[in-house]
């Protein structure tokens, strides 16, 4: 089992990259770049669940993060894109 | 240590709120409030940690050690497959919203009423 | 009203929950010192009482299946409410078939993604369905299981064309295995209360000891349900929105 304090230390890295990474989904203005950085945030997500002892919750944000979410968001731009034109 | 994930949630969601409330195109507020959920799951994970804990799986460790809460993350787990099929169905309400109006900026959307 | 006044409401509305938030973080115990009876309650009793080694799906399944039920029943009407919602685009669509048939060339997928795709699909699958019956003895359940479950599928369409993918899950075929996976989690629990047990309570044979595949009673067969009404689910919403992207009349 990894000791306490380097388990605090990891804990304390992925809790900062996971608030950078909202902010950066968030002032990502162009859609198809703002899906990309929502796949970058939910695998950081992934990591810090995992580093929070819960392998079950990592495996639903991978699954749903990487997969089913960027999908639906891209079809339905693709859908309002060819629309605008 | 003892409050920084906590300090971590607050900032997501005022993060999150911020974007919904700037944004000018409705799928970015869509991505802006699945953040905001976001933050949900690390503040349950949060509260049920336990110091020194393991995942609370007795396969192969003995079944007295300690573990972390397993409560929260159950509750976590359902919520993030859930939060995936009720985004589908708001992007399906902005499609809509597309082909009737025309647009999808939320300021111009405000002014057809009826 | 103005952008900047709107961010200048935010400010201050931002403002006060942050002050709201802080105070009620510092009356929590603080991070890593949980003391809350419940969850080491479950922990120490849940190994014995169920035989299932993954405590967190006897928690989601057996300690606390009502709120799981109330969770698939929000998928199944999330899903459900997309065929409506779309639908009535579909008909206002076809009474103007002109201006959708656009002439625009599509680019045919590379070779190398529709290999790999085809390679992925029977993994995928497997993967899926292990963790979908494999919910109490390790970190896995029907959620999980249900999603790489419906990305096999995806993978699919992928590899080939929307046609391809269309053939091989008809929209009825969906309908009937996402309505029997609601539906056999609901039957499981109202069979409990026919043999005159609280309803879901775990009435199977537990099993000789914890962690076997066989063990632990309704819980294996209830993620299994789950599982493929989260597959369905899923494959149902994903088909949606490609049938309104292609635009395809098949």
């Not at chain 3, 935010?10 to 809350?36: D, K, R």
Request: glycine share 10%; net charge neutral.
């Amino acid at each position: 089992m990894i000791s306490a304090g380097l388990m605090n230390t990891l804990q304390v890295t992925v809790l900062v990259l996971v608030a950078a990474g909202a902010t950066v989904v968030v002032r990502t203005r162009s859609r198809i770049r703002q899906v990309l950085a929502l796949s970058v945030y939910g695998m950081l997500l992934a990591i810090l669940f995992l580093v929070f002892q819960a392998p079950d919750v990592t495996l639903s944000e991978l699954t749903v993060g990487a997969i089913a979410l960027p999908l639906i968001l891209l079809l339905a731009i693709a859908k309002v894109r060819k629309r605008e034109q | 240590m003892g409050i920084f994930p906590f300090l971590v949630v607050a900032w997501i969601v005022v993060v999150g709120l911020y974007g919904i409330v700037t944004s000018r195109d409705l799928i970015h507020q869509i991505v802006c409030l699945i953040v905001v959920q976001s933050s949900t799951y690390v503040l349950l994970l949060g509260v049920g940690y336990v110091t020194g804990g393991a995942a609370p799986y007795f396969w192969d460790i003995p079944q007295h050690t300690r573990a972390v809460d397993p409560v929260v993350q159950a509750l976590a787990l359902t919520d993030v497959v859930v939060e995936a099929a009720v985004t589908a169905l708001l992007l399906s309400f902005a499609v809509q919203a597309q082909k009737k109006f025309g647009t999808l900026d939320p300021s111009q959307l405000v002014e057809f009423k009826g | 009203m103005t952008p900047r006044q709107r961010l200048w409401f935010f400010a201050i509305g931002a403002a006060g929950l942050v002050a709201c938030y802080l105070w009620a973080f510092t009356g929590l115990p603080g991070f890593g010192n949980y003391p809350g009876p419940y969850g080491q309650e479950i922990l120490r009793q849940a190994v014995g009482q169920t035989h299932a080694t993954g405590v967190v799906s006897a928690v989601n399944f057996e300690y606390r299946g009502v709120d799981t039920i109330g969770e698939e029943f929000i998928l199944f009407t999330a899903a459900a409410g997309m065929s409506v919602v779309l639908r009535r685009l579909r008909r206002e669509r076809q009474a103007q078939p002109v201006d959708e048939a656009g002439s625009r060339t599509v680019p045919a997928t590379s070779s190398a993604v529709r290999v790999a795709a085809l390679l992925l699909v029977g993994p995928t699958a497997v993967l899926g369905w292990w963790l979908a019956s494999h919910a109490q003895t390790t970190p896995s359940g029907g959620f999980q299981g249900g999603v790489l479950l419906a990305s096999a599928f995806i993978l699919i369409y992928l590899a080939g064309e929307f046609l391809t993918f269309r053939r091989l899950s008809p929209v009825a075929l969906l309908d009937a295995v996402e309505a029997a996976g609601a539906g056999g989690f609901v039957a499981i629990g109202l069979a409990a209360i026919a043999m005159n047990l609280p309803y879901l309570d775990n009435y199977l044979p537990l099993g000789q000891y914890p962690g076997a595949v066989s063990s632990s009673g309704t819980i294996a067969l209830i993620s299994f349900f789950v599982g493929i009404e989260v597959a369905a689910a899923f494959v149902l919403i994903i088909g949606e929105l490609l049938e309104q992207t292609l635009l395809r009349s098949a």
